[in-house]
C-alpha cells in the first residue's frame, strides 16, 4: 500500500504547476484523497480534498479558486493544478488518504501519506 506524490518544482509568481498523488496496492473506491502541506516549524495545513467514489472536492480559503483538485480513475491518481502561485505557496506538499466519505481538514484520521514533494515560488 503506497502513495506516491510527485511534480514538484520551482515556478515563479503567477505560474502553474500540477502535482500528482498515485496509489497502488489498494482501490481508492470508499476513500478521500486529500492535499496537505507544511512549512518548516509549522502546522501540517489542509489544503484540498476529493472524494473518488463521485468526484466531490473541497479546497481551503487559502486555494480557492487557484487550485484544482481532479482524479483519473484508470490511473488511480489525484492531480492538483494549482494556478496563480504566490510566494507563500512555498512548503511541501503532502497527499494523504482515508478510509471514509468525509474529507476531514485533520491531518489525524488519514491513514496513508504520500513521501511530500517540494514547491517552490519564487518572486
Known amino acids: 500500500v503506497q502513495l506516491q506524490a510527485s511534480g514538484g518544482g520551482l515556478v515563479q509568481a503567477g505560474e502553474s504547476l500540477r502535482l500528482s498523488c498515485t496509489a497502488s496496492g489498494f482501490s481508492l473506491d470508499y476513500y478521500v484523497i486529500a492535499w496537505f502541506r507544511q512549512a518548516p516549524g509549522k502546522e501540517r495545513e489542509w489544503v484540498s480534498c476529493i472524494r473518488w467514489s463521485d468526484g466531490s472536492t473541497s479546497y481551503a480559503d487559502s486555494v480557492k479558486g487557484r487550485f484544482t483538485i481532479s482524479r483519473d480513475n484508470a490511473k488511480n491518481t489525484v492531480y492538483p493544478q494549482m494556478n496563480s502561485l504566490k510566494p507563500e505557496d512555498t512548503v511541501v506538499y503532502y497527499c494523504?488518504?482515508?478510509?471514509?466519505?468525509?474529507?476531514?481538514?485533520?491531518?489525524?484520521?488519514?491513514?496513508?501519506w504520500g513521501q511530500g514533494t517540494l514547491v517552490t515560488v519564487s518572486s
Open positions: 494523504a488518504a482515508d478510509y471514509s466519505a468525509d474529507c476531514s481538514r485533520s491531518y489525524i484520521p488519514y491513514d496513508y
